[in-house]
């Protein structure tokens, strides 16, 4: 009789340690990833997710320079995805990788304009005297558009300086400016929201797209796995179906 209250106390710290052991079963993975990158790697997320039991991928959207900025501080992130070969390779110069970067897809630059054109834009030629925006000359969407534009000997300027390039198609979407230079990928997400028109010399000045696994990531093999998972069949076919090129 004496045996019966120690076997139920037992019992009883027992209970907790099973309910911890099943959080701890809750893995992370943390992306950096250009903002271009958004609604794809999200549908990427989904489906990697269904593929990995117990797994919420998060992610960090933003300049592909700054992220690559921000992992070499040890910024919190296990994975890091760049719209361009210079940001991966500030992470890459910094000692921030924990495996070699691999190139994943490209992308091409296009104009964009409100759906209903308000500028009565018929393409290239005709951002003169109207209020057209690009992304900043830091960021890789900057560079680009800043390359072409000089190719193409334009010397208008831009009413204004982006950060990334969805802050340059929420402009347009929205109205508040003429045109923007985005990449086809940003373009074919916004879809009837814009009339897409082809920026001359932009099929040979291609953005690539690097991944890597970041030196500070937590996730054990998870990061390798998502790297993997980008570049595989079923990756590229969602990237394909997104308006990215092959690499």
Same mark, same amino acid.
């Not at 921030?96 to 296009?110: G, I, S």
């Not at 834009?121 to 000089?150: H, K, M, N, Q, Y």
């Not at 082809?198 to 990531?217: M, S």
């Given at each position: =009789?004496? =045996?019966?209250?120690?076997?139920?106390?037992?019992?009883?710290?027992?209970?907790?340690?099973?309910?911890?052991? *099943?959080?701890?079963?809750?893995?992370?993975?943390?992306?950096?990833?250009?903002?271009?990158?958004?609604?794809?790697?999200?549908?990427?997320?989904?489906?990697?997710?269904?593929?990995?039991?117990?797994?919420?991928?998060?992610?960090?959207?933003?300049?592909?320079?700054?992220?690559?900025?921000?992992?070499?501080?040890?910024?919190?992130?296990?994975?890091?995805?760049? /719209?361009?070969?210079?940001?991966?390779?500030? $992470?890459?110069?910094?000692?921030?990788?924990?495996?070699?970067? =691999? #190139?994943?897809?490209? !992308?091409?630059?296009?104009?964009?304009?409100? $759906?209903?054109?308000?500028?009565?834009?018929?393409?290239?030629?005709?951002?003169?005297?109207?209020?057209?925006?690009?992304? /900043?000359?830091?960021?890789?969407?900057?560079?680009?558009?800043?390359?072409?534009?000089?190719?193409?000997?334009?010397?208008?300027?831009?009413?204004?300086?982006?950060?990334?390039?969805?802050?340059?198609?929420?402009?347009?979407?929205?109205?508040?400016?003429?045109?923007?230079?985005?990449? /086809?990928?940003?373009?074919?997400?916004?879809?009837?929201?814009?009339?897409?028109?082809?920026?001359?010399?932009?099929?040979? #000045?291609?953005?690539?797209?690097?991944?890597?696994?970041?030196?500070? !990531?937590?996730?054990?093999?998870?990061?390798?796995?998502?790297?993997?998972?980008? *570049?595989?069949?079923?990756?590229?076919?969602?990237?394909?179906?997104?308006?990215?090129?092959?690499?």
């Amino acid at each position: =009789m004496r =045996m019966r209250p120690l076997i139920a106390v037992s019992v009883l710290t027992l209970l907790p340690l099973t309910s911890c052991s *099943s959080d701890d079963d809750e893995k992370q993975l943390t992306v950096l990833a250009a903002a271009s990158l958004t609604g794809t790697f999200e549908t990427l997320a989904s489906t990697f997710e269904d593929e990995h039991d117990g797994v919420d991928v998060k992610f960090n959207f933003g300049s592909s320079t700054t992220l690559a900025e921000q992992g070499v501080d040890g910024a919190p992130g296990d994975v890091l995805a760049t /719209a361009d070969e210079k940001s991966m390779t500030i $992470a890459e110069d910094g000692d921030a990788l924990a495996a070699d970067r =691999m #190139q994943f897809a490209t !992308n091409e630059l296009v104009l964009v304009v409100p $759906a209903d054109n308000p500028a009565k834009i018929t393409g290239f030629d005709d951002l003169a005297d109207t209020d057209w925006v690009r992304c /900043a000359d830091d960021v890789p969407c900057g560079r680009l558009a800043l390359s072409l534009l000089e190719e193409n000997k334009v010397t208008a300027e831009p009413r204004s300086l982006e950060v990334d390039v969805k802050s340059v198609l929420a402009k347009i979407t929205s109205g508040e400016a003429d045109a923007g230079f985005v990449y /086809a990928s940003d373009a074919v997400a916004a879809g009837d929201d814009v009339l897409v028109f082809d920026v001359p010399g932009a099929a040979e #000045q291609l953005n690539p797209y690097f991944i890597a696994p970041l030196d500070q !990531n937590d996730s054990g093999d998870l990061a390798q796995e998502w790297v993997d998972f980008v *570049s595989s069949d079923e990756g590229r076919k969602i990237l394909d179906d997104a308006g990215f090129g092959k690499p």
